[in-house]
């Protein structure tokens, strides 16, 4: 008796379930008129109130993605909802959302990037770097290559600079003293005789002549000293030879003038021969006049022979003496031999009476 009892109540209130008003209809349902009224969930994509005998389309940037749905979610920044009944996706690489509700991502700007997916914006590329493609991670700028912040792609050093690691964002002027022939090269120094004076050059110019650079890295070339003489551009001055003597900048000795002398090396200038020597050798010392030669003069090579009736006895007479009266001159380079009877200066022979 009381089982048929319990039947009749639990019968009684589904039947009165099931004969809901429309009116009545939960939230994410709807509810069609008819004997029986089930209420039915809402697809993926829709969504009701309650008392909804349809189902509302979810607006355009809204998604549900389960049925029952009493509303819909605005799509989330960095994502795209492209069907409403589909979970929101989120950008893709290269691609950015910084809004909600959207259908679509925006593609980043030309020098920026996404370092990942579901970007709210893209970011700049950095200096030392190019940005080809938005979706790909910025690369570092080869050797010789430079950038800014922002930019596509990598620019070549100028001329007479040089960017030696990856990822420059300058390139480096070349300095003084060096040359810079390849732009993914450290400075080289100039080599021994070439110079430069100026930032950001390709090559060193060469010293000019009578001038030199002995060591690499020369800014300026020095002008070849006083009693030295400069032929090779690349090595120190040399002494000037002994026969020779050297003012500044000379790249070879200048002979000494005829008549004139030096044995040292060095020199800036030669000596004149004095009277009673000649020199016939510019290398050597002066010589002195023989017995029976003199010399009066500067700057001469050889020496005059004694005329007849004259004598020179010792070396280095400047003059030749007259043989005195009372005296003979037999042998210009003997002292005069005694004749009384010669009155006369000069004679060569001893006259008697």
């Known amino acids: 008796m009381f089982s048929l009892l319990l039947l009749s109540i639990i019968g009684c209130t589904l039947l009165q379930v099931n004969a809901l008003n429309v009116e ?71 691609f950015y959302n910084n809004r909600l509700g959207q259908m679509e991502c925006t593609p980043c700007a030309p020098g ?48 007479g600079s040089y960017a030696t690691k990856n990822g420059s964002a300058k390139c480096n002027i070349c300095p003084v003293g060096n ?15 070439t110079f430069n004076d100026l930032n950001g050059q390709v090559s060193c ?6 001038n030199y650079s002995a060591y690499p890295g020369a800014v300026v070339c020095d ?14 001055p040399k002494p000037c030879p002994a026969g020779s003597f ?16 030096t044995t040292l090396t060095g020199q800036s200038y030669c000596r004149i021969c004095s009277p009673g020597h000649y020199c016939p050798n510019p ?37 030749c003496i007259t043989c005195p009266a009372g005296f003979v001159c037999t042998n210009t380079r003997s002292a005069p031999v005694a004749c009384p009877s010669n009155v006369a200066r000069g004679q060569t022979v001893c006259s008697s009476k």
């Open 283 to 319: 290398a050597g010392n002066p010589i002195l006049c023989q017995p029976g030669f003199a010399n009066d003069k500067h700057g001469r090579v050889e020496c005059d022979r004694c005329p007849s009736g004259s004598f020179a006895d010792v070396a280095g007479l400047a003059y």
């Open 24 to 94: 009545d209809c939960p939230q994410g349902h709807y509810c069609t008129a008819g004997r029986a009224i089930t209420p039915i969930p809402c697809p993926p994509g829709t969504w009701s109130n309650a008392g909804a005998s349809k189902c509302e389309a979810c607006p355009i940037g809204y998604y549900s993605t389960k049925g029952g749905a009493s509303y819909c979610t605005q799509c989330e920044q960095g994502h795209f909802c492209e069907s409403a009944d589909l979970s929101p996706q989120p950008c893709p690489l290269g």
């Open 179 to 193: 040359h810079c022939a390849k732009a993914d090269e450290n400075p080289k120094p100039c080599s021994p005789g």
């Open 205 to 210: 110019a060469a010293c000019a002549d009578g």
């Open 112 to 159: 920026t990037y996404t370092p990942a997916t579901a970007s709210v914006q893209c970011t700049i590329c950095p200096a030392g770097s190019s940005c080809t493609n938005a979706a790909v991670l910025p690369e570092k700028c080869p050797l010789g290559h430079y950038s800014s912040a922002g930019q596509i792609s990598c620019k070549a050093c100028s001329a």
């Open 246 to 261: 050297c003012l500044e900048g000379q790249i070879m000795g200048t002979p000494c003038p005829t008549g004139y002398q």
């Open 223 to 236: 002008l070849c000293p006083i009693g030295s003489y400069c032929d090779e551009k690349s090595e120190a």
